[in-house]
């Protein structure tokens, strides 16, 4: 008699099954190894003060004191990412300052800095990736990194526009934000549901952005960004998202626990992925029958007049302008993204002090 499928083995079929957390033992304890390895301030800030790396903080900040926190936060970052290397299959992913959100010559410094260490620690660039949020600055960062041969993610994305900026950047992923970062707080928030690929209101968006990057690889043949959808609640949205079609999904460890602990039974999944494609893009399925109304909706904008982002707007020109434009003219990318900013903000100035606490010891 066979071992039982799990969801999380019939996820890992779909699509690329990343790990949102930065513990070594969880990791090596899973019953699959994951794809990639992700992170932002709020995980790397969890992982700085876990106290298994109390001596390796104590160390680095001895030995780089001088050079001030940044130095010893980016440095503790890409050790702590180290420490998950051998864990996983493809990627370790670290998150640019959110304080230079909107800043671009700083965050290409900052993103610059993560490729020398990892470099120092003997990483090579096609094991690593810099996050940076899908802001004018930090699209035009991501421009300059892609030409460096460092390869970039545009985060917090949750619109189509932001996803086209991506594009143009040249971004390796995007990772639009299932849910608002609000609702892993406010379960008010949180728009449950058992079909999410259908119900969510953000379904709508991730059909509009694959099915924009589908139309833009068959007009120009440039590959474009591969979908890491991040921001899961549930086990039932992380099987949304391989019917959607996207191709990575960035699970947290909770829901990592529980897809590897639920028997797959397809007589209860409202609808059905399919396995990889061979090529993300030339290959790609087309969007599932069932769901095809929601390209024609946005349930996030009341009264939508149906129109779609111009992939002919160029949203990296005059500093980004045009994407912050629109980034501020649509009510819930300015929301959620000011709002995940301001939380990652706060984590980050939580390890600032962390760091210059221990700094006061030297």
Known sequence: MGSIQTCLDKLNEQLNIDVDWMDPTFIQNLPITPHDMTSNQILTHARLCHPDNDKLLNQVAAESKDQGWLAIYTRMAVLMAKANINNIHGRVLLQTLPTNAYNTEETVSHARAYAREFENVGIPRDRFCIKVPATGAGM????????????????????????????????????????????????????????????????????QILETY????????????????????????????????????????????????????AAKQPGQGVPKPAHPYR?????????????????????????????????????GKALDQANEADPETKKRLHEALEAFIAAEKASQAKIEGVMKGF
């Open 140 to 207: 035009n960062a991501c421009a300059i990194l892609q030409k460096e041969g460092i390869q970039t993610l545009g985060t917090a994305v949750f619109s189509v526009h932001q996803a086209i900026a991506a594009s143009q950047a040249g971004c390796l992923y995007i990772s639009p934000y299932y849910n608002e970062l609000r609702a892993h707080f406010d379960a008010s928030v949180w728009p449950k549901s058992n079909d999410p690929a259908l119900l969510h209101p953000m379904s709508s968006r991730l059909i």
């Open 214 to 265: 589908k139309r833009l690889y068959r007009e120009t043949s440039k590959e474009q960004p591969l979908l890491k959808n991040a921001s899961f609640l549930s086990a039932q949205e992380a099987m949304a998202t391989g019917e959607l079609g996207c191709h990575s999904a960035t699970l947290p460890h909770t829901v990592l626990t529980e897809l590897s602990q639920l028997p797959y039974d």
């Open 283 to 319: 290959d790609a399925a087309p969007t599932p029958a069932r769901l095809a109304k929601n390209a024609r909706l946005d349930p996030l904008v009341p009264n939508w007049d149906g129109k779609l982002a111009s992939s002919d707007i160029d949203y990296l020109g005059n500093g």
